[in-house]
């Protein structure tokens, strides 16, 4: 259980975990849920649970008005948590009460314009002494990415940066260049959701990508299953699922217990398909 043995431990960098991971034959489960969704104490439990039952990594999205690279499951979260008044603050103030006890990475998942709207520096900091060890930020551009990067790096967090199936060589490169986390590899063109089966292309450009970067690849956007897990494990150093877990608090609304239930014996089957 990864449990913090006195609060202020030092956290394990993402990149670090996975590699860590990837020595004891394991892929990484990186697991995604919006900050505040269905409310922000059953999302702190949500985290804990998530924690005991085999996650290595949360991704913590901040909710945001106007989520265009997100499917209709997430959209909905993110109208829930907005509807609880859940802004950065918030967010922050949940990683906070999670790391009291917990030493489990996390990413803070979100769209630009909030971190610009709070100040880059101003945020960094935050997220530094909140607790959380990495920033993605799904609609920034790598070519757009040098001041975020600088102020990421001042506070020795991670920035991870999405690559898809249509990035072109020249911007693999580029975010290649500027990672100092591992790269999330979008699976599908599109939005996120959860998908019956795997792009037939999904594994070449996988092997292209590897080519062209030695940084740790977790894929996401469609993964839902222990069968999607097993069909990549050999190919990637993680995976990453947010709708299907999502789905389950969506379906358990009225039953706060039914949701931690649910989604602790899904990680539980996640994890199990991510040995080696």
């Known amino acids: 259980m990864p449990l913090l043995k006195k609060t202020g431990q030092t956290k394990m960098k993402l990149i670090d975990k996975i ?42 999205g901040v909710p945001f008005s106007d989520p265009i690279s997100d499917g209709p499951i997430i959209q909905k979260a993110t109208e829930r948590a907005l509807s609880n008044k859940v802004d950065m603050k918030k967010v922050l103030d949940l990683v906070k009460k999670f790391r009291k006890n917990y030493s489990t990475p996390i990413v803070i998942f979100g769209y630009y314009n909030p971190f610009l709207k709070y100040g880059l520096n101003k945020i960094m900091k ?23 990067q600088d102020a990421v790096n001042r506070q020795s967090l991670e920035l991870v940066y999405l690559v898809a199936p249509t990035s072109t060589n020249k911007r693999i490169q580029t975010i290649a260049k500027l990672s100092n986390s591992f790269i999330y590899l979008v699976s599908v063109t ?12 999904l594994v070449p450009f996988i092997k292209r990508l590897k080519k062209q970067t030695k940084r740790p ?15 990549l494990k050999k190919n990637v150093d993680g995976i990453v699922i947010g709708s299907a877990i999502i789905k389950i608090i969506e379906e358990n609304l009225k039953n706060k217990k039914e949701i931690i239930k649910k989604v602790s014996n899904f990680s539980k089957k996640i994890s199990e398909a991510t040995k080696i």
């Open 126 to 148: 935050d997220i530094k002494a909140a607790g959380a060890n990495g920033v993605l930020v799904v609609d920034l551009p790598p070519e757009e990415a040098e001041e975020i």
């Open 190 to 201: 599109g939005v996120t959701g959860t998908r019956t089966s795997l792009d037939s292309n």
């Open 217 to 231: 690849i977790c894929v996401g956007f469609g993964i839902s299953t222990p069968k999607h897990v097993l069909e």
């Open 19 to 60: 590699k860590s991971n990837n020595k004891s034959r394991k892929i990484s489960f990186v697991s995604y849920i919006t900050a505040g969704d269905p409310d922000i104490n059953t999302s702190l439990n949500i985290m804990k649970n998530l924690a005991e039952n085999g996650t290595d990594i949360i991704e913590l």
